[in-house]
């Protein structure tokens, strides 16, 4: 394990006020909603599965953190699953959905496991409609009327999803948005399904729909290019209410928007309100990265290992005097629920170590710091970790007192 220190705490706050220089412009929206897909899309993942305590204990974290909508699962997928589902709705305060195909059993399983909304999905892609469905456009469409009224009809919130949107003919887009809209279904969710969209042409797309539907809007990126989030957060600008996203990212393929990365963004770059209690958002990455046996990567935005860390020199010199010098400022651990760390290596500076050092309980001189960063290089250099136990055995070999020692010579 490497050596590391944490800056003085913080008291946690909600939001800081953005910069003042060329981005200050955070107008573009108050407000957006959170549709976490984590127990969903998020098992999806190849190789992952959870379990039905799994489910519960996810669930309850995003119930706590204030997650308006938790898609519990797929309730028509096994009896196990549609116990997990319905658990999920009956103990928690949040808007718990399930997922049904235009199919009469998924959508009558959803309806008796007691959830409030009802998430029904159908290809509108030709390609999908063709080679998977091996049906046609207007048998898609009759399916997915049939589907929004009969979720109509049982008094339950409805969900309709275009899967394939994004490589949907646009006529024929308009076409179902439009007849789903009049079945009277409440939010038309648009999924990026391969996540071949861009920001802009998303953009566009959400406004297009948005002219042809009195339903709310919400939207579905996948990160196959590294764009779902910031097609999320283009949705939201185009004027959608809601996103849907997974803890950690994770989902099919190259996975969904990332939960942490987009409530960040909402509450600190556009300076709008998600609802969502941040600070816990480090303990609810965690719990997934268990759970999901999916590791999360060190350079992972808000919850990687390294989002709060600093080895540089000049970066540590500048974070130990304002943390605010090299890193964005609107967004601190503290109000994720994480430490800032200071890594000694290759690249540490003697500010890092004269830190590190005070914080074990040393007294050294200025020569003593120099002369153990330059251990400290050169054991990085090495590929080696620099540890407590290290710096400790340097500073012995140098020489250094402890503060306690200093105060008896000095007496």
């Excluded at 006529?171 to 279904?185: K, P, R």
């Excluded at 046996?293 to 350079?299: F, G, R, T």
């Excluded at 890193?327 to 760390?341: D, N």
Aim: charge should be negative; glycine fraction near 6%.
């Amino acid at each position: 394990m490497q050596c590391r220190t944490t800056t003085p705490a913080l008291t946690p706050v909600r939001a800081i006020e953005f910069f003042q220089g060329t981005l200050n412009a955070t107008t573009e929206f108050d407000t957006a909603r959170v549709f976490d897909t984590t127990l969903r899309d998020g098992e999806q993942s190849p190789r992952t599965s959870f379990s039905y305590e799994d489910k519960r204990d996810i669930a309850a974290v995003l119930d706590e953190m204030g997650t308006h909508v938790i898609e519990a699962g797929f309730p028509v997928n096994s009896d196990a699953e549609f116990e997990a589902v319905s658990d999920i709705a009956k103990y928690t305060d949040s808007t718990t959905c399930g997922l049904a195909r235009v199919v009469d059993k998924d959508i009558e399983a959803a309806i008796d496991s007691g959830v409030e909304m009802i998430h029904v999905f159908v290809s509108t892609s030709d390609v999908q409609i063709e080679d998977s469905m091996h049906a046609t456009r207007d048998q898609v469409k009759q399916r997915a009327i049939d589907s929004v009224r009969r979720v109509k009809e049982a008094g339950v919130e409805c969900m309709f999803s275009p899967m394939d949107a994004t490589r949907t003919d646009e006529d024929f887009l308009i076409e179902m948005v439009e007849a789903v809209t009049e079945a009277g279904t409440d939010w038309i969710n648009v999924p990026d399904t391969c996540g071949v969209a861009t920001p802009r042409r998303f953009y566009d797309m959400i406004q297009t729909i948005g002219e042809h539907t009195t339903a709310r809007i919400d939207v579905h990126t996948h990160d196959d290019f590294g764009l779902a989030t910031a097609n999320a957060l283009s949705g939201i600008e185009a004027g959608a209410h809601q996103a849907q996203v997974s803890v950690n990212g994770i989902g099919e393929r190259a996975g969904n928007a990332a939960y942490e990365e987009f409530v960040m963004a909402v509450e600190s770059v556009y300076q709008a309100d998600t609802g969502i209690d941040t600070t816990r958002i480090t303990e609810l990455s965690k719990l997934v990265e268990a759970r999901s046996d999916m590791p999360v990567p060190a350079n992972k935005p808000v919850v990687g290992q390294n989002a709060f860390s600093h080895e540089s020199g000049i970066h540590a010199a500048g974070v130990i005097e304002n943390s605010d010098t090299f890193e964005p400022g609107v967004m601190t651990p503290e109000m994720v629920g994480a430490t800032r760390e200071l890594v000694l290596g290759k690249h540490t500076g003697v500010n890092a170590v004269r830190q590190h050092l005070v914080e074990a309980g040393f007294d050294p001189t200025e020569s003593q710091v120099r002369a153990v960063t330059r251990k400290v290089k050169d054991r990085g250099a090495e590929k080696e970790r620099v540890t407590a136990s290290t710096l400790f055995e340097f500073a012995r070999d140098i020489g250094i007192p402890t503060v306690e020692e200093t105060e008896e010579v000095k007496a």
